[in-house]
Structures are given as C-alpha cells and as structure tokens.
C-alpha cells in the first residue's frame, strides 16, 4: 500500500515561494508516477501538477510557469516547487500516485495559504 507524507506548506506572501514534498514512507514497490493535488472547502480536488519518472511533466494552466514538479531519486521524494504564489494557491495540497487505483487513500495534505 502507498504511504506518502506530505509537507512543507504554510504562510506566505503574494509573489513568494515555497516548495512542497512527498515523502514515500512504506511503498513497497517504486511509484513511477506522482501528481499534487490542491483543494479548497467546498470545490472539488484540482489536480495541479503530474509527472512520470523520466517524462515530461504537465500543468494544469494556471499554475504554468510557477509550479514546478520535480523528484530526488536518491530520497525517494518528490516536489512541488511554487514560486510567484497568489492568493488564489491558497488550498490545502496533496501528493498521490498518478493515476490513482482503488483503495488508495489520501494523506493528510499541506495547508498553503498565500496572504499578505
């Protein structure tokens, strides 16, 4: 079963960055594929940012340009660096296997809130 962790959210200014990660805890087989996910109370998961290992990655429109979805092969982690944030990235972010199968489970997110 896929174990991830997410992390690195918080409290940021307009035009700031912070860069997010997933933690692959207790997999036991290698994700080839990772996507992050943002949703806000009340609106339906969005999905951000996906990427395969060795492929290109892709972006949902309004983040191109500013997200960048990346992964550390040595530490089995995966990344979203968010630069330029504005206050509509405000959500709450979430890292899953891309595509997701039945029985996966969500983690617990990372709050981002971009406020000045």
């Known amino acids: 079963q896929v174990q991830l962790v997410e992390s690195g959210g918080g409290l940021v200014q307009p035009g700031g960055s912070l860069r997010l990660s997933c933690a692959d805890s207790?997999?036991?087989?290698?994700?080839?594929?990772m996507a992050w996910y943002r949703q806000v109370p009340g609106k339906q998961r969005e999905l951000v940012a996906r990427?395969?290992?060795?492929?290109?990655?892709n972006y949902v429109d309004s983040v191109k340009g500013r997200f960048t979805i990346s992964r550390d092969n040595t530490k089995n982690t995966w990344y979203l660096q968010m630069d330029s944030l504005k206050p509509e990235d405000t959500a709450v972010y979430y890292c899953?296997?891309?595509?997701?199968?039945?029985?996966?489970?969500w983690g617990q997110g990372t709050q981002v809130t971009v406020s000045s």
């Open positions: 990427m395969a290992v060795g492929g290109s990655p």
């Open positions: 899953s296997r891309f595509p997701r199968i039945a029985g996966d489970s």
């Open positions: 207790g997999s036991l087989f290698r994700i080839n594929a």
